[in-house]
């Protein structure tokens, strides 16, 4: 973007900023999967570049694969009718790579990816155009490889932070405002998906009069009451240490008549997911061996499944810090607490095989 010299990739929230101070690139490379963040970033492109009215002059949304790449290029050079900058947005580039090459290219020419970077590199500074593509290392050493890093927007799935920020402010721009409760518990029943987040946003939104600040009730009572739901909350809940609140939510699942090995596998896929950060990967694991264990003893047969989840609620809320142990009386590190070092695993035999979290 304008005024940046790094290659290092942006993060839309940055881009977004610039934008607004009319601080402007000829290239953006929207790499990722973030379809919600891809399309924000294209409506604040589109709104402060293109007049309106005149779209059908100074805009232009094609699949990259679908023009020759010489064609492709001299539509993006084509100057504006009646707007600050022609817009071109080009869906796809990372097909270009699995396409064939022009008849005319030898076989080892660079192919049509590789001509199509080439000629973004070369761009003046009044062209615009926006590209997208999918996450994946050949094409993040592709475009380093033709100097194009400085105009990398990540678009990979965001972390809390930037998802609470992204809430906010689309919140603005619909005219509501959101309590700290109520956009946690939107984070925690929509997931980690943006398009979906973005539309229970949305569906909040058409229910309240410009201005009004949405508390977490209001959320409870109109983002979707349904098993899915609670089952999200749920494990947001449990994934951030909060066991009061996911108890409660637990009874309600229970009170559904939701499966028990449906809740194991949703939180077992949570904690999956938590496995590559450094920050969580130990207590990740743990749960983990905890959950395998719920769900054995539950496929087994044990006539208390929701006792069983409720113990591990509390377990995985544990700080493993205090002495006191508010599930277990009884001084001997039990199976189930998350404070034990190793854990014994029951189906291999003698005592010192055990499983490690490490």
Known sequence: MAGHT??????????????????????????????????????????????????????????A?????????????????ASKRRLVVARGIDRLSKGRQRKDQPEDGAGQLGELLAGLAALPEACAVALTCDYSGPMQNALAGAGLGKFVVDLRQPDSAELSALIHRRAKELGISLEPAAVQLLLDVSGEGTTLLLGELEKLATAFEPGDSIAEEDVRRLAGQSREFELNEYIGRVVRGDSAGALAVLERLRNWGEEPVKIVAWLAGAFLRRVPDPDEMKRARLCLLQLYEINRDIISGHPEAFALLETFTVCAGCPRTERYCPVYADARPPEFCLRREKRRDRTRGPEKRVLRAE
């Open 6 to 63: 790094g290659n290092s990739p942006r993060k839309p929230a940055q881009v977004l900023a610039d934008i607004k101070r009319e601080k402007f690139a000829p290239v953006y490379i929207l790499f990722g999967a973030d379809s919600a963040a891809a399309d924000e970033l294209l409506r604040a492109l589109k709104e402060a570049l293109v007049q309106p009215g005149m779209e059908a002059f100074d805009f232009e949304s094609v699949h």
């Open 65 to 81: 694969d679908e023009l020759e790449i010489p064609i492709l290029l001299q539509h993006i050079r084509q100057p504006p009718v």
